[in-house]
């Protein structure tokens, strides 16, 4: 079975250390479905678009593109330089929370964006699987975290909508996001 990931993170502060991550998930013999590069074509921007994004389409678009790699995807890995969670990133683990794909952290998730309410970032602490830092990704360190073991995300109905209240907010700013 090959095993697939998408890596989030903060593009706009760490997106050379989730270029590290891809180049050593790749020499794992994982392949990276996102990001394809961590080349940027609008550097300054409040939504950074990669050289291989469609810049005919709007920021929404894109994280709905992104999130879709999500649902592709044997894992979430989230690189969290410092443990730190902006608010894409939380809504993209908000998004594999709800369908039950694992989530492995970087480091622990230790601060995280102003604009993220404590008991998000609660249920976020609670649904990560593993930490895997970036430096130690390497195909033993990847067998050792057995995807396969990973239990379903067990939510109320009230937090599942928690969720995706979470998820529809950042989209509907996105919209309107300078790219």
């Known amino acids: 079975m090959e095993i697939k990931v998408v890596i989030s993170g903060s593009f706009r502060k760490h997106l050379s250390e989730i270029g590290k991550a891809s180049s050593k998930f790749k020499d794992a013999g994982v392949k990276v479905l996102a990001p394809l590069t961590h080349e940027v074509k609008n550097n300054g921007a ?6 291989t994004d469609d810049s005919q ?7 709905k593109d992104f999130m879709s790699k999500i649902l592709e995807s044997s894992f979430l890995y989230i690189a969290n330089i410092g443990g730190y969670i902006g608010k894409s990133t939380a809504a993209e683990m908000c998004f594999a929370i709800l369908n039950n794909i694992t989530i492995v952290v970087a480091e ?32 033993f360190s990847i067998s050792k975290l057995c ?22 907010d950042l989209l509907e700013e996105l919209k309107h996001a300078n790219i």
């Open 46 to 51: 409040d939504f950074l678009i990669l050289t």
């Open 57 to 63: 389409k709007t920021a929404d678009v894109l994280e």
């Open 108 to 139: 622990k998730i230790d601060k995280s964006s102003s604009e993220m309410p404590i008991s998000l970032k609660n249920i976020l602490e609670k649904s990560t699987f593993s930490c895997l830092p970036i430096h130690t990704i390497d195909s």
């Open 147 to 168: 995807l396969l073991k990973s239990a379903p995300h067990v939510l109320s109905l009230k937090q599942k909508e928690y969720l995706n209240l979470f998820i529809n």
